[in-house]
């Protein structure tokens, strides 16, 4: 039987995630049982905790292969590994959201991808390098209380939330990684101007929240009338009671707007790994149809990206969406804090 999953978390941050794309955030040290029995692989994590911790020891028992997990936040994680460089002790870096694997990528500290795994997943949530793979996705969406609007009432376009009509009635949580993915895609469709007047427009009317589940819990109070995030916290409330969300709805944007982006996770090879050939073992079992079917049967609830899998049906289906063309490799994480602190909005 192999060992347990080991977890290290990664130290908390101590100033505002606005700051993180400038700020390397240490990790933990490694405990004196690493260092005396060392893992055959460390990953760092900025996905789910929770879902690699349910689906790493499927890996482990298929492979032999003892993991040690540390698990931080997209941007302090990739300006960690940035920091390390060839030092780096990751054998694997996952994200939730692809700037953060733009940021290790520019830097040339990625290795090729094994075929096999990029052959499993549709090219167009891999970048033209093949030196990282998308492995989940989330749509954007907004949750709208359906004692004070209708589907009717919402804008056609995400880009109309930062109209006056809105003020005091759209929520968001700025401070994420999520909504600042979202604000990439915004970027990356409608260019630098257009996205600096959207967030004006953003912080001088909408409300800002703690996080993504204060969003859906305002938006089902009738504390705001409609929130942005991502599709997942809406249906895992759902699924699990429907406390936070049964007074609300979701609302998918459609016609390519960027409101119906769909943020995608990434997965990378360190090339400074001691066990290259575990970490491709890894890329290609996360990416194979039973490793993505077990996500999408998770709590998790997150698009799997192998086309092979499939997930909850209560869950919008993914060729129903239709998100606009975006090259994940080109969203820019930095240019957004930068345009966001800007903004007022970090």
């Known amino acids: 039987m192999t060992s347990p999953v080991r977890r290290l978390a990664a130290r908390p941050l101590a100033r505002p995630l606005a700051l993180a794309a400038a700020t390397v955030v240490a990790l933990p040290a490694l405990s004196a049982c690493s260092i005396l029995n060392p893992p055959d692989l460390v990953?760092?994590?900025a996905q789910h905790e929770e879902l690699l911790e349910e689906i790493v020891p499927l890996f482990e028992e298929e492979s032999g292969l003892d993991v040690e997990l540390r698990s931080g936040k997209d941007l302090e994680m990739a300006n960690q590994i940035v920091e390390e460089g060839e030092d780096s002790p990751a054998d694997v870096f996952l994200t939730e959201n692809s700037p953060a694997m733009s940021i290790v990528d520019n830097e040339g500290l990625f290795?090729?991808?094994?075929?096999?795994?990029?052959?499993?997943?549709?090219?167009e949530y891999v970048p033209s390098s093949g030196t990282w793979t998308g492995f989940l996705a989330r749509s954007t969406a907004v949750m709208y209380n359906t004692d004070s609007v209708t589907e009717a009432d919402l804008p056609t376009s995400i880009l109309d939330f930062a109209d006056p009509e809105w003020e005091g009635r759209v929520g968001f949580s700025p401070t994420g990684a999520d909504f600042?993915?979202?604000?990439?895609?915004?970027?990356?469709?409608?260019?630098?101007?257009?996205?600096?007047?959207?967030?004006?427009?953003?912080?001088?009317?909408?409300?800002?929240?703690?996080?993504?589940?204060?969003?859906?819990q305002a938006a089902d109070s009738g504390e705001i009338d409609a929130g942005i995030a991502y599709h997942y916290y809406w249906y895992r409330d759902q699924e699990e009671n429907g406390t936070d969300s049964d007074n609300s709805q979701l609302y998918f944007f459609g016609d390519q707007d960027p409101g119906a982006f769909l943020s995608v996770?990434?997965?990378?090879?360190?090339k400074s790994s001691e066990n290259a050939a575990g970490a491709e073992q890894f890329v290609e079992w996360l990416t194979s149809t039973p490793a993505q079917q077990a996500m999408a049967e998770s709590y998790a609830l997150e698009y799997p990206l192998n086309p092979e899998a499939e997930l909850n049906p209560e869950v919008k289906p993914f060729d129903e969406l239709e998100p606009p063309t975006v090259d994940i490799a080109s969203l820019n994480g930095p240019q957004v804090t930068e345009l966001m602190t800007e903004a007022g909005l970090l």
């Open 43 to 45: 990953i760092y994590n």
């Open 180 to 216: 600042q993915a979202i604000v990439s895609a915004v970027l990356e469709l409608e260019g630098e101007e257009a996205t600096r007047t959207w967030l004006e427009g953003l912080a001088a009317n909408g409300v800002v929240l703690q996080n993504n589940l204060v969003v859906m």
């Open 111 to 123: 290795a090729p991808v094994p075929q096999a795994a990029l052959d499993n997943i549709p090219a």
């Open 265 to 270: 996770s990434g997965a990378g090879i360190l």
